[in-house]
Nanobody
Framework: QVQLVESGGGSVQAGGSLRLSCAAS????????MGWFRRAPGKERQFVAR????????YYAESVKGRFTISRDDAKNTVYLQMNSLKPEDTAVYYC????????????WGQGTQVTVSS
């Protein structure tokens, strides 16, 4: 059974940092694009960041560029999201995602981890 399990969420004050982890199991995601989405209360789901197979290219939403860093450790089948200079508007449930057969859409989703940033 393929699973993506996020961890590392929590509550921080504005300006603080958190590091999210996403541990994949059931298959290797070495050749897949992996990423993060988030959903804030009352808002639509929003793309946050993605990293391609091998980690040579990353892409970020404008709202997090320069503050968030996505990385991956394929030996551990894990993707990370380092979040610095957090703002209250970063408060959301964060979801780890992965493609299948390196397709365009994200076939795999984690259950989400809550990030709360207080002012």
């Amino acid at each position: 059974q393929v699973q993506l399990v996020e961890s590392g969420g929590g509550s921080v004050q504005a300006g603080g940092s958190l590091r999210l982890s996403c541990a994949a199991s059931g298959r290797t995601f070495r050749r897949e694009t992996m990423g993060w989405f988030r959903r804030a209360p009352g808002k639509e789901r929003q793309f946050v960041a993605r990293i391609i197979s091998g980690g040579s290219s990353t892409y970020y939403a404008e709202s997090v560029k320069g503050r968030f860093t996505i990385s991956r450790d394929d030996a551990k089948n894990t993707v990370y999201l380092q979040m610095n200079s957090l703002k209250p508007e970063d408060t959301a449930v964060y979801y780890c995602v992965a493609t299948q057969n390196n397709g365009i859409s994200y076939a795999y989703w984690g259950q989400g981890t809550q990030v709360t940033v207080s002012s």
